[in-house]
């Protein structure tokens, strides 16, 4: 690309700010792979308190919750006094607790927002009686995005040569509806003439709008904020093109289309008052942004306030030594361990083992990120290939389904996939869509009928036809991303990796679980967000079968066996899969196992049917009219994951607050209520800290993009929410949902996934992350990740440390250590 | 249907849910559960009016309760947490009350005002739920235009009503198979296509389907599959007056040829589910208009049921197939030749079926179905797998063999209960402006998907994508003639709109 008329340095400078803007902006994943990610990540260089205040000032963009829902927090004994001198302690500013509550009975101050031209030309019309260009604007950019990244849902694909900036001009140059729709004569043109390239486009753009160096990326912030759910899918192909050594440059080139529209507006409105009130508005904006931050002072303290109730309890009782602490309620741990189960790491595992640590106490759970530490690729029996490991990373290897097959059903899988595609290509190719709608149009009464009246099982897996080989066990092999055999070594280090990261590499039972997890619900188009966030959205099952096989593996118990982990002959492993919305655990043991450890097994099952009891009446006080008994709870909860009609199957990881890396015995015993991630660790095995640095630059990340995904869709649904789930209407077949007819692609979770209709259910609260370990080991891992830090100095999470020896618990503050909470063993 | 203790029978199922729409308004807390049993009753109570029915209304009312009942129940988990949902309820009974009683009266004015009832009714469940601007600008869309068709409407009813001395439908169709029409009633007709037009989304009066999923996904559902169809099965049921009248036929052809070409172009453009989905009922009631237009009411009426059953499904199961989409392989593009050479073997199996068809040229319903039908197999037949072994041509092939059977045996079943119009009351020319029209959707179809970089695709699609721009002329007459008053705190697409509108007022 070429800036024909900058000086060199200019042009360096214009790249950078549009890199800069454009690195603000978080990627959303396609709803097939919808997994959680903080859509403020772009934003975690600096501390949540400057990007509250710069997303306010640019955007209007609420990062707290409205003050009537502190005022009902504090009436709930939520807020109390005590809570809120210790957040005045701890805060950085100069603001009193007094001011907090006084403020918590007055209106805050409206937010700014960053002018945009579009708004300034509205200013000028009556919206009653006329369109107005922001809506325009918003749809037309909205429906380019749609036709340029959809490759499923049109029939009609057009071309898209010269990239989403000329396919834009294409559109707009032959869009009559400016002059149609908002009389407007003089766009067209204007759109006509405007520069073949994004750069040069963008530079023009800043340049007649005359904007100075300095404010340049703040008003880029806020044309992509206009646009922000589009923009963060083309973050997405980028940091998708960058994990695969590619690049993509479509959020460059939207951005260029949104300010083609601001440059466009403004040049059309050059005899008006437009560029005069442009000015000022823009003067006017730079002194109100300066004031967001201090206005938003009192909120941060009402929510720092909220957060440490929760905290303080929560810090409080993991410092009661578990020997103490399981005397006390008077339960006791069995010496000898029958299984040992692990689950991922997901809040809603902690319901599940808690209840199977009740009823089966010579059972030990453990808590390890759900994909097992497998990042892999699914090779599906006809030949899809789908990713299922966190976001943050590129798959090393693949499970291949089709391995355990003969040509002849792999051929069949294809060929039935094959003609449902063909069938409905023809159905929806004209003219033949006329005759078919009527001849086969009633067969349609039938699928009604059958959905509303026996809505018999939930949607499975479509990709996992695998599932029902009689041979399923161990139909899955496990290979090298391309496909490739692995070797023993490097199968073994694989291995040893697993069971180091969950801290599993001594005292093994003679059966260990891996439990994975999945969600099966219908007609759901944000399914995925349900599943395993660790499996790229999807349910952990596969990855839980490869590990337990790799696991079962002969040569690679004899490597680990060299390595110095010695797994007893007897212990199996099987894989497992927890259903959070029935809570039915399935086992899949392969032939052996089943053949050598059929009672423990049937033992094990039988523990989780009886948790599984259990947990469907902790959650059922949340999910609306359910019946009470058991079985029928059970039959209820089936029946409605089958539910094509039903908008929350289940809270997924509504009100998730905290995480804990420590061994499960820190944590056994507490009812943790569904709200904490758990990950087993054991700082004695980990003399160099290497588990636990792993621990906190991948689950704790990933853990705080859930986090975050729930904060912001639940503080500021206009722009990181997606809107209310009956209004939903799938573009691209599955890059997204839009709310109604069209406009922006709406990013985040729905309304009906963060409210029940009559409150929040998901309570805003930033992370608390609790570990296990010294000081010195911590503060390395801080010193080598900036990353980390960032998030723990800009207090986009609490880092909070249990001492290995006394329990004392310690917040990370600034520079140093706090202790919050004194290990509970001497003074009782 | 001179019995009158028969004829009541047919007020069975409006009676019952209208009683259904009354026990949700007062009694909020049993709205779900009572309004639920009433709309499964309701299908019963259809049954047991039948003996008061023609066969086209028993069809249509089994039709209006049954997608109103699995669309009733879907909206029970679908809506939960909304506010308000008893007017929900409410709302939709007295919308099927409408559309019920459209399809059961045998009185013009009944028909007349059950129509305007439907539409009122649905009126509200667009709105339903908080304000949203755009949802009220479509229904405020919607409104104009449907008060403009009661207006056509009561046109019609008053012109009929002095020329005929009557109300009845049955005396009125009697007279008018007859032959006995005057200009009045001509007139009369004329309004009443008028108001079809209207109330049937067609070109240029569209935009509000298209805008309406701004409403609840089972509201597009009731829409879609329920309530925009009255206007044909009205046209299929008042047949004889149609052909008593010149040119109500060719205004129908017209209107519904140009939606259902535009409109079915515009629906493969569109990227986003629900935007095709209400684009194809543009166009699926066009051709459903063009069916009426060349006297096939058998098939017209054939075709409301079907695309109402499958339309109900498409929109209620919308949130399905994310993954199939997400590992959809890439269209097959068969090349020029492919295409040509698929058009003449699809009008050769056609053209060797003929004889079964015996005077096939004479019949335009005929010539009209088989031209459609040698049209609709060119796809199939272009993009049947040809190298992959004879298992996979399976699908192809049955598809090839069985829509021309299928065609012909709903021909078969229907023609004896809706009978077509007889040949000479349909000219020739209507036909073969209609063949003439899907041939030219067949030429478009290929061009744009096997070639969308030939310099016509690339012409066409900007304006397919935007539907014509046919809608943005309609919303401005909208917002200058009669604006919309939107509710203050209605959210506007962006939210610096609603922003800017409380600068002002300060």
């Known amino acids: 690309m070429t800036l024909p008329a900058m000086l060199d340095t200019d042009r360096d400078a214009l790249r950078a700010d549009i890199a800069a803007a454009c690195a603000k902006v978080a990627p959303t994943w396609p709803l097939d792979r919808m997994i959680a990610v903080n859509p403020y990540w772009g934003w975690t260089s600096r501390s949540v308190y400057d990007a509250a205040a710069e997303l306010g000032a640019l955007a209007a963009a609420p990062f707290l919750m409205p003050r009537r829902w502190y005022r009902e927090q504090r009436e709930k004994g939520l807020i109390p006094d005590a809570a809120l001198q210790l957040a005045g302690a701890r805060s950085a500013t100069s603001q009193s607790p007094q001011l907090a509550l006084a403020a918590l009975e007055a209106t805050p101050p409206a937010l700014p927002r960053h002018p945009m031209v579009t708004a300034i030309r509205d200013a000028l019309r009556d919206p009653h009686r006329e369109a107005t260009w922001e809506e325009h604007v918003q749809r037309q950019v909205g429906q380019t995005c749609a036709a340029y990244f959809d490759v499923a849902q049109a029939i009609w694909q057009p071309p898209r040569d010269g990239g989403l900036y000329a396919f834009w001009r294409r559109l707009a140059a032959n869009d009559a509806t400016p002059q149609l729709l908002l009389g407007d004569r003089d766009v067209r043109r204007a759109i006509a003439d405007l520069p073949q390239d994004p750069q040069s486009l963008i530079a023009e753009a800043l340049d007649t709008l005359s904007v100075p160096a300095p404010a340049r990326e703040r008003y880029l912030s806020a044309v992509l904020l206009h646009i922000g759910g589009w923009a963060s899918h083309a973050a997405f192909r980028r940091w998708d093109a960058r994990l695969h050594g590619h690049d993509d440059a479509s959020i460059e080139e939207l951005l260029a289309v949104r300010l083609a529209w601001e440059l466009v507006l403004y040049r059309t409105a050059s005899g008006t008052d437009v560029p005069a009130r442009w000015t000022r508005k823009r003067r006017e904006w730079q002194a109100s942004a300066t004031e967001v931050r201090k206005a938003q002072e009192s909120d941060w303290m009402l929510q720092r306030a909220f957060e440490l109730r929760f905290q303080d309890k929560l810090g409080a009782a993991l410092a009661w030594q578990p020997a103490f602490r399981s005397a006390f309620s008077g339960s006791k741990a069995p010496a000898t361990i029958s299984a040992q189960a692990v689950f991922c790491i997901d809040v809603r595992s902690e319901v599940l083992r808690r209840h199977l640590e009740d009823v089966a106490p010579e059972l030990r759970t453990l808590g390890f990120a759900g994909f097992f530490g497998i990042p892999l690729a699914y090779d599906s029996l006809n030949g899809d290939r789908r990713p299922q490991l966190p976001g943050l990373l590129a798959a090393a290897f693949s499970a291949v389904d089709a391995d355990a097959y003969d040509p002849g059903t792999r051929a069949d899988a294809s060929r039935k996939r094959a003609a449902e595609q063909q069938w409905k290509a023809a159905a929806t190719s004209l003219p033949a869509t006329f005759p078919v709608v009527e001849t086969t149009g009633l067969a349609a009464a039938a699928k009604l009928a059958l959905a509303t009246i026996e809505p018999t099982r939930a949607v499975g897996d479509p990709l996992r036809a695998g599932r029902d080989h009689p041979d399923h066990q161990s139909s899955l092999s496990l290979r090298a991303a391309d496909g490739s055999e692995l070797s023993d070594a490097a199968r073994t280090a694989l291995a040893l990796g697993i069971l180091r990261g969950m801290s599993l590499v001594k005292g093994y039972a003679p059966l260990v679980a891996l439990v994975g997890h999945g969600s099966l619900v219908t007609n759901n188009p944000q399914a995925a967000g349900l599943a395993c966030g660790a499996c790229g959205g999807q349910s952990g099952e596969v990855n839980a079968r490869v590990a337990a096989a790799l696991l079962n593996d002969a040569a690679v118990r004899q490597g680990l066996r060299d390595e110095g982990v010695e797994i007893p002959l007897e212990t199996r492993f099987v894989a497992g899969v927890h259903d959070t919305t029935t809570d039915d655990v399935l086992l899949f043991p392969d032939a052996q196992t089943a053949a050598s450890h059929a009672d423990d097994i049937a033992e094990l099952s039988r523990a989780f049917s009886r948790a599984a009891r259990r947990v469907r009446v902790e959650r059922a006080s949340r999910l609306g009219e359910l019946p009470s008994e058991p079985d029928a709870l059970a039959e209820a909860l089936r029946q409605r994951a089958a539910d094509w009609s039903e908008v929350r199957p289940e809270w997924a990881l509504a009100r998730n607050a905290a995480f804990i890396a420590a061994p499960r015995s820190r944590s056994r015993a507490l009812d943790l209520k569904g709200r904490a991630f758990l990950h087993e660790y054991d700082s004695a095995l980990d003399p160099d800290g290497a588990v636990l640095e792993s621990i906190l630059t991948a689950p704790v990340v990933v853990a705080h993009w859930i986090n975050f995904q729930y904060w912001a869709s639940t503080v500021d649904p206009t722009h990181f929410g997606s809107g209310d789930k009956t209004r939903h209407n799938v573009v691209g077949g599955h890059l997204g949902v839009v709310e109604g007819a069209g406009g922006d692609l709406r990013i985040g979770l729905a309304q009906q996934s963060v409210h029940d209709g009559e409150n929040f259910v998901h309570e805003p609260m930033r992370l608390a992350v609790y570990v296990e370990a010294d000081e010195t080991t911590v503060e390395a891992i801080l010193a080598r990740q900036p990353a980390v830090r960032n998030l723990v100095d800009g207090e986009w999470l609490f880092l909070y440390r249990i001492d290995p020896a006394d329990a004392g618990v310690f917040l990370r503050r600034g520079p140093g250590w706090e202790l919050v909470a004194p290990g509970a063993t001497g003074s009782w | ?506």
């Open chain 2, 1 to 506: 249907m001179t019995d009158p203790s028969a004829a009541a029978l047919a007020f069975l199922v409006p009676l019952g849910l209208a009683i259904g729409a009354l026990v949700a308004r007062f009694r909020p807390a049993q709205a779900w559960s009572l309004a639920a049993g009433f709309a499964f009753a309701a299908p019963l109570l259809a049954v047991l009016s039948f003996p008061a029915l023609s066969f086209t209304g028993r069809a249509m009312l089994l039709l209006v309760v049954g997608i109103g009942a699995f669309t009733l129940r879907f909206s029970r988990r679908y809506l939960d947490g909304e506010r308000d949902t008893h007017r929900y309820v409410q709302w939709f009974l007295l919308t099927l009350t409408g559309a019920s009683l459209v399809v059961t009266t045998g009185d013009l004015v009944v028909l007349a005002l059950s129509w305007t009832l439907a539409s009122l009714s649905l009126h509200q469940l667009l709105t339903f739920g908080p304000p949203r601007a755009g949802a009220e600008i479509a229904a405020h869309k919607k409104f104009l235009l449907s008060r403009v068709a009661d207006a056509a409407m009561l046109a019609a009813v008053v012109l009929l009503a002095r020329s005929y001395g009557s109300t009845d439908l049955g005396f009125i169709l009697d007279q008018a198979r007859e032959g006995i029409t005057t200009v009045a009633s001509q007139a009369g007709v004329l309004c009443l296509v008028l108001a079809v037009v209207l109330r049937s989304a067609q070109l240029p009066f569209h935009g509000w389907l298209i805008q309406v999923m701004e409403a609840p996904t089972p509201v597009s559902a009731l829409l879609h599959a329920g309530v925009v169809n009255l206007g044909a099965y009205v046209l299929i049921a008042l047949a004889p007056l149609l052909l008593a009248t010149p040119g109500a036929l060719a205004i129908l052809l017209i209107a519904g040829l140009s939606s259902a070409l535009l409109g079915a172009l515009a629906s493969i453009a569109q990227p986003h589910v629900k935007g095709a989905l209400a684009w194809s009922t543009c166009a699926q009631m066009g051709f459903v208009l063009v069916e009426i237009g060349v006297g096939a009411f058998d098939l017209a009426l054939l075709h409301v049921l079907g695309h109402a059953a499958y339309k109900a499904h498409a929109f209620l199961a919308s949130g399905s197939g994310v993954t199939a989409a997400a590992y959809k392989p890439a269209p097959v593009r068969p090349s020029g030749l492919r295409w040509m050479a698929s058009t003449v073997i699809a009008v050769a199996i056609i053209v060797s079926l003929a004889p079964l068809g015996r005077d096939f040229a004479a019949q335009p319903t005929v010539l009209f179905g088989s031209a459609l039908l040698a049209f609709a197999l060119v796809p199939i037949i272009a993009t049947a797998p040809l190298r992959q072994g004879w298992r996979a041509l399976t699908p192809s092939a049955v598809m090839i063999v069985g829509l021309p059977a299928l065609y012909a045996g709903w021909h078969l079943a229907l023609g004896a209960v809706v009978p077509s119009a007889s040949p000479l009351a349909v000219p020739a020319w209507a036909s073969w402006t209609a063949v003439t029209g899907f041939a030219a959707l067949l030429a478009t179809y290929a061009v744009v998907t096997t070639s969308p970089s030939s310099a016509m695709a690339r012409a066409l699609y900007p304006h397919a994508l935007a539907g014509f721009h046919l809608d943005a002329v309609f919303s401005r007459l909208t917002f200058l003639v009669w604006p919309p008053t939107l509710t203050p705190r209605a959210v506007r697409v962006a939210p610096e709109a609603a922003h800017l509108r409380l600068e002002r007022a300060a």
